[in-house]
T-cell receptor
């Protein structure tokens, strides 16, 4: 079993819809959770970062962590065609741990 | 603007060749990483380095070696390329300590071994 599971999609939604992307994990030591976004033919870039359980909002993006269920989510409100990309979740067990464990990524397409 | 550059976007090599992939960062980052990205398998860490001349094995180091002689440069070496090393290779860098979760990635090198 992989430490981090992520549905690879592809996921296609109409412009303006709310998008929900999810990851589950098995390692209860994970405390730091990240979402990276990767456009086609580019490297990933950090989108959101959260620590432990709870929500974090940044513009149209909300990251949610439920440690009791070992489940994290990324919500995108008012989705735009420019949000079309692959979204990867990543996790780490402690601050200063250089190594991140990545999910496989979900490919998202926003249809105009 | 932060930058991680990789020596080639596309590379085609023959089985058994020695292959060098170069990565340079201009952010004075302590940590540097090499990943490979394959469909259905995601990003897998090959090696990382937290200081000059220091290296640590990642999850899939077999068939690879690395070199970090200068802080800004991290090289990945395939000693004898094989077809199962055909993949997208991504280099990344990050600061040490509290901000190490933010990794900056290069654009990737798509390597084909025939």
């Amino acid at each position: 079993q992989k430490e981090v599971e992520q549905d690879p999609g592809p996921l296609s939604v109409p412009e303006g819809a709310i998008v929900s992307l999810n990851c589950t994990y098995s390692n209860s030591a994970f405390q730091y959770f990240m979402w990276y976004r990767q456009y086609s033919r580019k490297g990933p870039e950090l989108l959101m970062y959260t620590y432990s359980s709870g929500n974090k909002e940044d513009g149209r993006f909300t990251a949610q962590v439920d440690k009791s269920s070992k489940y994290i989510s990324l919500f995108i409100r008012d989705s735009q065609p420019s949000d079309s990309a692959t979204y990867l979740c990543a996790m780490s067990s402690y601050f200063g741990n250089e190594k991140l464990t990545f999910g496989t990524g979900t490919r998202l397409t926003i249809i105009p | 603007d932060v930058k991680v550059t990789q020596s080639s976007r596309y590379l085609v090599k023959r089985t058994g060749e020695k292959v060098f992939l170069e990565c340079v960062q201009d952010m004075d980052h302590e940590n540097m990483f090499w990943y490979r990205q394959d469909p259905g398998l995601g990003l897998r860490l090959i090696y990382f380095s937290y200081d000059v001349k220091m290296k640590e094995k990642g999850d899939i180091p077999e068939g690879y070696s690395v070199s970090r002689e200068k802080k800004e440069r991290f090289s990945l070496i395939l000693e004898s390329a094989s077809t199962n090393q055909t993949s997208m290779y991504l280099c990344a860098s990050s600061l040490a300590g509290m901000s190490s979760y933010e990794q900056y990635f290069g654009p990737g090198t798509r390597l084909t071994v025939t």
